[in-house]
Nanobody, 125 residues
């Protein structure tokens, strides 16, 4: 089992920054890849970014490249999503997820086995 707890969401204005955190625990999370997804009202859950815990390899959605950065801190068993230049369209519930290192399609939510409870990010214009 892997347990994931997100934090760091909030209400900000367009152009501001936020950093989300995902604290991981459990026996196998170090052999997993950690991903961030988001879901806006009425929309499907959308891939944002992903990092492999073992070697730090990163993938990001095109919509966030140049604005969002994913990183990990081994000592704290925590993955971060640094979000800069936020836009109103970034408004969503953001979820942390853990899954296999080499899924068939890392952008698909069903490829991930464990999920956090989500944290709300609201960007006002």
């Amino acid at each position: 089992q892997v347990q994931l707890v997100e934090s760091g969401g909030g209400l900000v204005q367009a152009g501001d920054s936020l950093r989300l955190s995902c604290a991981a625990s459990g026996r196998t999370f170090r052999s997993s890849a950690m991903g961030w997804f988001r879901q806006a009202p009425g929309k499907e859950r959308e891939f944002v970014a992903r990092i492999r815990w073992s070697d730090g390899i990163i993938q990001r959605a095109d919509s966030v490249k140049g604005r969002f950065t994913i990183s990990r801190e081994n000592a704290k068993n925590t993955v971060y999503l640094q979000m800069n230049s936020l836009k109103p369209e970034d408004t969503a519930v953001y979820y942390c997820a853990a899954g296999p290192n080499y899924p068939s399609d890392y952008r698909q939510p069903h490829q991930y086995d464990y999920w956090g409870q989500g944290t709300q990010v609201t960007v006002s214009s």
